[in-house]
């Protein structure tokens, strides 16, 4: 996704999922978020064990606009995921 689309999905997750209050909420560019796709991601800092709502109110917002999740290391990343060969 390019920025424009991720910020577009901030401010999506921000209205729809309630549970964001407090969780701190960046994007990064391509360059410094390759390891799962080469496009802006979406990282939303959440605790080892996060708020099962949380995880699926991102989780549908991702989906509708063909995105990925994936939790890593305490944030739930949104992001393009690489074409499949």
């Known amino acids: 996704m390019?920025?424009?689309?991720?910020?577009e999905v901030i401010k999506e997750i921000s209205e729809q999922c309630?549970?964001?209050?407090?969780?701190?909420i960046k994007f990064l560019p391509p360059k410094?978020?390759?390891?799962?796709?080469?496009?802006?991601?979406v990282?939303?800092?959440v605790s080892d064990d996060p708020?099962?709502?949380l995880v699926s109110c991102v989780?549908?917002?991702?989906e509708k606009r063909n995105l990925a999740t994936?939790?890593?290391?305490?944030y739930l990343i949104v992001y393009?995921?690489?074409?499949k060969k």
């Open 18 to 24: 309630q549970l964001l209050e407090g969780k701190s």
């Open 43 to 45: 990282h939303i800092q």
């Open 32 to 41: 410094d978020s390759d390891a799962l796709s080469n496009t802006f991601q």
């Open 70 to 74: 994936k939790q890593v290391d305490g």
């Open 51 to 53: 708020d099962p709502f």
């Open 2 to 7: 390019d920025r424009k689309q991720a910020v």
């Open 80 to 83: 393009k995921p690489y074409p």
């Open 59 to 62: 989780e549908n917002v991702a």
